[in-house]
């Protein structure tokens, strides 16, 4: 499903010419009546892609299916040659046309925000998972999270303990994440590449 969902959206983003069939262009209103009932609030970004890749595929008719089989060659019920991402591509590109509004918006939704931080550890908080405090260039305070292996200079399992003062480069990951402690998802920057210094973080 998020792979239908990354060809849907990088094939708007190339807005290719297709043929104005009258079915493509139903299967597009259907899927964008759809999108516009999913909630914006209360759901996370997984739960959020999955309901517009349904969207997408419960707007799609049997006799669809044999449409695009025979106008694209595509077989949503091939797995093997990627049948829904590419059939997901193609209706894509036509709810970009019909509501480019609420495409744009999910979108946005779902796509994770990277974001990178310099500044100094103010502290280090190990209460459930390990957090750097950190004072960015402008003044500002930010909580990043450490969750998983990073890249960069800094070796955090053996380091992280006596970082306190020192000026770090930081990439993280923006992600909805699961807080037990109030029962929803809230944002929470993940940390990805770590190095002391300014550093600029790596391409990928």
């Given at each position: ?10 094939t708007?983003m ?14 597009a ?8 009932k999913i909630p ?9 892609t999955i309901?517009l890749?349904?969207?997408?595929m ?7 299916r ?5 106008d694209y060659?595509v077989?949503?019920?091939d ?5 829904q991402?590419k ?8 709810m970009a046309a019909?509501?480019?509004?609420p495409?744009t ?5 779902i796509k994770?925000t ?9 502290k ?6 390990v ?9 500002k305070?930010q909580?990043?999270?450490w ?11 053996a380091?992280y303990?006596?970082?306190t ?8 990951e ?12 809230r944002?929470?920057k993940?940390?990805t590449?770590?190095s002391?210094?300014f550093?600029?973080?790596?391409a990928?």
């Open positions: 499903m998020k792979k239908l969902i990354f060809a849907l959206f990088m708007i190339m807005t290719p010419a297709l043929a104005q069939q009258e079915y493509m262009e139903a299967i209103n259907r899927s964008c009546a759809c999108i516009e914006r609030k209360g759901i996370n970004k997984e739960a959020l309901q890749g349904v969207c997408i419960q707007s799609v008719t049997p006799a669809d044999e449409k695009i089989l025979a060659k077989d949503l019920f797995i093997e040659r990627k049948g991402e059939a997901g591509a193609i209706i894509g590109t036509r019909v509501c480019p509004g495409i918006s999910l979108y946005s939704m994770d990277v974001t990178d931080i310099s500044g100094t550890i103010q280090i908080e190990t209460e459930g998972y957090s750097l405090i950190i004072k960015d260039t402008q003044g305070t909580k990043v999270v969750l998983s292996p990073t890249k960069g200079n800094l070796d955090l399992p380091q303990t006596g970082l003062g020192k000026m770090v480069t930081v990439r993280c923006v992600k909805d994440i699961f807080d037990p402690r109030i029962g929803e998802y944002p929470m993940i940390i590449e770590i002391e210094g550093v600029k973080p790596s990928n």
